[in-house]
């Protein structure tokens, strides 16, 4: 069979889209070598992507050609369906809630991930042009999609609710982190990470965007109220300037700015470097406001550390039992579910077999299969 996917994100986006993106390709052609694996995107940087991914016969990199090149969005939002079609692409997955326009021109199969609709949810944190433009990309997409595939059921939930859609359209398969967050780093690795990040011996981790809807300051809020019962560093894996300057005068104003490490500020940890910071984390906390999953909290129940989120939206899906859970406006709730994590440390590998990707791609290649 040969696959289609919009891969702009898999190779310039480093954040969840992105991540999204490369850990179900990587799954898809280590498990699945059988088919052919034709990447579109309108600009190719390797720095994001596997070598050894990209040198793989079965999988095939497509850029724009003439014109294409100049007026790339509209070669991407526009002429996709049959610059696939004319690939002999059977299955179009548009890996991030849309679409190419002319996918219902031609005789190409099509299924579209939804991963969130956080712009509708809590519109205070878009401009309204984005919100329009969100809303009609995924709109559009999952009217015409052939299958409709959301990262949770709190996803799928949200997409029935918004949209007039019969509800055998839209089927739920979760995603997974990279495969290197499976293993166990050495003593050897966790000690270079360390030295090179100059991390303390303890310490509580973030790793996310730095922005309103993380609700990273109450996390900060929690600290506060924990100064002289609980005194772990914060560790912080993330990019956001604004949201970085304002948890920077909080803590400046409430005398925890030596708890802060800011570890982005020294080099941006590749997956297996991330793996050691969970390793050695004595907790990781992750507060959304609203997520369409939560690839993090994956990666820390994955590596065996304990986590603490916000009971918003699907947060659950991901931590499962063995998390703790908080009112995500309640930094005094958030401080006694991390006291009460800390003398528990619970196991947090239980459940985690619905996660793996192999198991994950076998069910995308059960789904193309019978589109």
């Known amino acids: 069979m040969r696959l289609g996917f919009d891969a702009k994100r898999l190779f310039l986006n480093d954040r969840g889209l992105g991540n999204y993106a490369r850990n179900l390709l990587y799954g898809l052609v280590k498990y699945h070598p059988q088919h052919e694996y034709f990447l579109y995107t309108p ?35 526009g002429q996709l369906g049959r610059v696939a079609a004319r690939d002999g692409v059977q299955v179009w997955h548009g890996l991030s809630q849309e679409l190419p326009a002319d996918i219902i021109r031609v005789d190409v199969k099509s299924v579209v991930t939804v991963h969130d609709l956080i712009f509708l949810r809590h519109p205070e944190f878009y401009k309204p042009l984005d919100r329009w433009i969100y809303l009609k990309k995924v709109k559009w997409a999952v009217q015409h999609a052939d299958k409709v595939v959301a990262i949770s059921q709190q ?65 900060l809020q929690a600290m506060r109220q924990l100064k002289g019962k609980l ?13 970085k300057r304002k948890l920077l005068a909080y803590a400046q104003k409430h005398g925890l700015e030596k708890q802060l490490y800011f570890a982005s500020e020294i080099a941006n940890p590749a997956p297996r470097e991330l793996s050691a910071f969970y390793q050695m984390a004595e907790v990781f906390i992750f507060p959304s406001f609203y997520e369409g999953f939560g690839i993090p909290i994956l990666e820390a129940r994955f590596s065996g550390t304990p986590v603490v989120a916000s009971n918003s939206s699907c947060l659950h899906e991901a931590g499962g039992e063995s998390s703790y859970y908080f009112n995500l406006a309640d930094s005094e709730e958030l401080a006694g579910q991390l006291l009460k994590i800390l003398a528990a440390r ?13 198991r994950l791609a076998a069910e995308w290649i059960a789904l193309y299969n019978n589109l």
């Open 43 to 77: 600009k190719q940087h390797g720095k994001l992507v596997d070598e050894k991914f990209l040198a793989d016969s079965q999988v095939q990199v497509r850029l724009p050609a003439g014109m294409g090149r100049v007026l790339s969005a509209y070669w991407r939002s």
């Open 155 to 219: 996803t799928r939930q949200d997409v029935l609710e918004t949209f007039t859609l019969p509800p055998d359209r839209v089927q739920v398969i979760y995603q997974s982190c990279h495969e290197v967050f499976y293993e166990k780093r050495s003593a050897q690795e966790c000690q270079q990470v360390r030295a090179k990040w100059r991390l303390p011996q303890q310490y509580m981790l973030y790793i996310g965007a730095l922005n309103e809807n993380k609700n990273v300051l109450v996390i």
């Open 231 to 243: 005194d772990l560093p914060l560790v912080i894996v993330g990019h956001g300037e604004a949201y």
């Open 346 to 358: 619970p196991s947090t590998g239980s459940g985690l077999e619905k996660f793996l990707i192999e």
